[in-house]
């Protein structure tokens, strides 16, 4: 049986050592995308890594996650208003509901939007039906937790 999402769900990626960030659903993204900043590619061993500070909390510019993981691509994306931008892609495990899903994510300055993370179609095609009139269908424990 395939689990229903609502157009916004909590997630958790521990590889990256975030518990609880709230994303938005969004199948018009092909690929899913996380707030970063202070970006910074780490070529000093045999494999590039990524290394990047995000706030996972939209209201709580305080709270630091520094992350790293290793580089899988880069890319030029367009965003929603049609502007392109090179972005860095690393690959990592997303929490969402009962089930762990691999995802690539582009590392981008999502400051000025609503939400720190967007999943994109490729993240949970075959995976997950979505709601667009449900929100947190999913995540209820994790969006009550602490």
Known sequence: MTD???WREWLAMPELGIEKIK???DTGARTSAIHAFDVQLDESSEKKYVKFKMHPSQDDLDYVVECSAPLL????VRDSGGHTEMRYVIETSIHLGEKIITAEVTLTNRDSMGFRMLIGRTAIKGI??????????VSQKLRHSS
């Open 128 to 137: 997950y039906l979505v709601d667009p009139g449900g929100s947190y269908l």
């Open 4 to 6: 229903i999402l609502g």
């Open 23 to 25: 994303a938005k659903i």
């Open 73 to 76: 691509d880069e890319r030029e």
